[in-house]
Each structure stands twice: as structure tokens, then as C-alpha cells.
């Protein structure tokens, strides 16, 4: 029986103008605005503030927060193809941009009061603060059930005290969601995420860490002493803290996907070039079989993962199932960022493995995206149990 043809566009790979403008103007802006000095800022470990703040100005820090709260409205679609083409040049300045959109301004806008988005999401969709999310700590990576950091309910405000590592956008962070245990005894459903300001009695910014990649990145141990949290700042209901955080991450996943592709493709695109201009033998090196298998399997890898963060955004912006999508996607395009980081410093032979080419830093910037917002070995986990449902 032949079944009746429904729609001749239920598969559609073509972007709209939006789309393009949005992929367009990203690229633009790195190549202008972050490319200049993404060396030197990547040897002294400076956070791109100035570019940051240009990148609020211009709305790559709300992306698709509604306009009501200050935001651009866009899809996710729209916000992947810019942290791609923002990965591409600075991979600090994307992850800056992506705690912003995916876990700050997403988790606000999607589960906080009027209240709260009135005073704290406004100010970040439009770049004006910037946010930081903390769930990890020193004993509670991979494992976020286990928070050592407290709120103990107070009646009208919480206490908290703890410490929070490895905190993207630490120390420039104006406004922190703070995951902290209240009931022990409950485990996971006694878990509360609170908004905290920079400022507050008892909040102290530790030591800014020494990382192998994403160097410009601000990343920051966080102290929380005895910080009287006011009960409003609490966002959903007492003991919805571990659920939000779980939520919030699994769209994070699909911009960190996004950024690895990002890695990749910037990588991929300095070995073609430098493919065709460096010669061996009397010819160019991307005449050799050698490189040129190395470049067909690269520029396959990325399709493979462009086409699965694009799935994953896909279905976010339809509301439909995601989280196998994104979990796939993100340790799929964390794998390929890896490996053709590391093909196009081969390709680059010697040159490869000094700073001036930038493969180098790519490669370094890569390894990241297999660890942050769950690492490889917890994608595994998330997707194994989706498909054995």
C-alpha cells in the first residue's frame, strides 16, 4: 500500500535569511573583533572583556531570551550557528557566551518568577551583567547529587556555605546561580538553586585556575560564608534545585556541542588553507593522498556532527525530546573537535606546534568540551539509558 504523501518539506536543510544573517554577523564580529589579540589573550590568560561586552551590545549574550525580558527572541538554530562561528576564533569568548544564553538566561527566563526576571534576566539577555552557573565542587563533578555546599533555610532567607569550582565567568560574573543542599535526608529532592550577587556579605572569588585551554576563559573557585540569600531569590519550588540543574544542562549540551564544532571546523578550515600553500616535492601538500584522506575524513567528521547539533536544536525549538539528541550530539562533537584538532596540527606539520598558526591553541581548547557541562563518560550514561527505555 502506498501511503499518502503528506508534506514535500518535513525535511528541510536550507536556512532561513534569519538564520544566515545571524551565522553572518557572528562571523563578521570574530573575524574583526576577537581574532586580533586571541593569541596574546590566550598566553596571559585575559579574559575578552571588551569583546564580551561588545558581543552584549550586539545580542549574542540573550539570544533567544524573549524581547519582553531584553532578549533577541531566537531560535536555537540561530543561537548554534553563532557560537560555531564565535568557536571558530575564540573558544573563551563562546563558552562566556554560551553559560550566558544555555544555562543562566535559559534557566531564568524557563523556571524563575516575574520577579526574578524582571531584576536579573533583563540585565543579562542584554549584556548588560553577565551570569555564572555553579554546580560543581571539589567532591561533586560528574556526581551532582553529592553538594557539600548548604542553604539552610532560615525561614525568610537561606545561610549558605560552601565552595563551587571551577566556575566559568567567576570573577566577571555580576549575578550566580548557586546549587546548595538544604535537606540532607531528602538527597537529590533537597537540593535548591538560589541566586546570589556579587557583593553579598560572606561571597568571596578564589584563586582564578591555570588551564591548559580555554585560557582566556574566566574560571574561578567560589567561597560562600554565612551568605544570607533572601527567600525570593529561590528559583521554583524547595527542593526543585537538582531538577532545574539537570534541565538547564541538557540544553547547556547542545551549545557545547556547538562550541566543539565550532573547534573543529576553525581547525579544519587552517589545514585546508594551509594545504593548498605549503609544498613538499614540488607540489602542494593537498596534492599528496595522505592529506587529502586526512581532510576528507575531517570535513566528514564535522558534517556528521553539524547535522547532530542541528537535529538537537531541531527538537528543542519544537519542544519536542532533546535530550538523547543533545547528549549524542555533544559527545559525538566533542570527540570529532579532538581528533581534527589534532589532524590539522599534523597537517601543519612543525608549524602546527607553535602558537603562531593557532592549531595549536585549537587543539589545546578542544579537550574541554569532552569534560564541562558532563563529560563523555556521563553522555554515555544519559544516552544508554534513553535507548534501553
Not at 574566566?218 to 531569590?233: A, G, Q, R, W, Y
Not at 581547525?267 to 594545504?275: C, H, I, P, R, V
Not at 570529532?336 to 589545546?364: D, L, P
Request: a neutral charge; one cysteine or more; aromatic letters at 8%.
Amino acid at each position: 500500500m502506498i501511503m499518502e504523501k503528506k508534506s514535500q518539506n518535513s525535511l528541510n536543510f536550507h536556512l532561513s535569511e534569519e538564520q544566515i544573517e545571524v551565522r553572518t554577523a557572528a562571523r563578521e564580529f570574530a573575524q574583526r573583533e576577537l581574532l586580533p589579540g586571541v593569541i596574546e589573550r590566550d598566553n596571559a590568560q585575559k579574559f575578552p572583556a571588551e569583546q564580551v561586552k561588545k558581543m552584549g551590545e550586539l545580542g549574542f549574550m540573550g539570544m533567544m531570551v524573549s524581547p519582553k525580558y531584553n532578549g533577541g527572541g531566537m531560535d536555537t538554530v540561530s543561537y548554534v550557528l553563532a557560537i560555531e562561528e564565535i568557536s571558530k576564533i575564540d573558544a573563551s569568548a563562546s563558552v562566556c557566551m554560551s553559560v550566558n544564553n544555555s544555562l543562566v538566561c535559559w534557566g531564568l527566563e524557563t523556571f524563575g518568577t516575574e520577579e526574578q526576571k524582571e531584576k536579573y534576566l533583563k540585565p543579562l539577555a542584554a549584556g548588560e551583567k553577565i551570569g555564572a552557573f555553579c554546580l560543581s565542587e571539589p567532591e561533586a563533578g560528574s556526581d551532582a547529587t553529592s553538594q557539600c555546599t548548604t542553604a539552610q533555610d532560615m525561614g525568610d532567607h537561606y545561610l549558605v556555605n560552601g565552595i563551587k569550582n571551577w566556575i566559568t565567568n567567576g570573577s566577571t560574573a555580576s549575578i550566580y546561580l548557586v546549587v546548595a543542599q538544604t535537606d540532607v535526608d531528602k538527597k537529590h529532592k533537597g537540593i535548591n538553586c538560589l541566586i546570589i550577587e556579587r557583593g553579598m556579605e560572606g561571597f568571596e572569588v578564589g584563586r582564578k585556575e591555570d588551564k591548559m585551554g580555554i585560557r582566556g576563559s574566566d574560571t574561578h573557585s567560589l567561597m560562600f560564608t554565612n551568605v544570607k540569600v533572601p527567600k525570593e531569590n529561590r528559583i521554583g519550588a524547595d527542593g526543585f534545585g537538582f531538577t532545574f540543574a539537570m534541565t538547564t544542562l541538557n540544553g547547556g549540551r547542545i551549545g557545547i556541542a556547538a562550541q566543539a564544532l565550532g573547534i573543529a571546523s576553525g581547525a579544519y578550515e587552517l589545514a585546508l588553507k594551509y594545504s593548498k600553500e605549503r609544498k613538499t616535492f614540488g607540489k602542494p601538500i593537498c596534492d599528496h593522498q595522505g592529506i587529502q584522506f586526512k581532510l576528507a575524513e575531517m570535513y566528514m567528521k564535522i558534517e556528521g556532527a553539524r547535522l547532530m547539533i542541528l537535529k538537537a536544536a531541531f527538537l528543542k525549538d519544537n519542544g519536542d525530546d532533546f535530550v538523547l539528541a543533545a547528549s549524542a550530539a555533544k559527545l559525538y562533537a566533542s570527540q570529532v573537535a579532538n581528533e581534527v584538532a589534532t589532524e590539522a596540527v599534523q597537517i601543519h606539520g612543525g608549524y602546527g606546534y607553535v602558537k603562531e598558526f593557532h592549531v595549536e591553541r585549537m587543539m589545546r581548547d578542544a579537550k574541554i568540551t569532552q569534560i564541562y557541562e558532563g563529560t563523555s563518560e556521563i553522555q554515555k550514561i544519559v544516552i544508554a539509558r534513553s535507548i534501553l527505555k
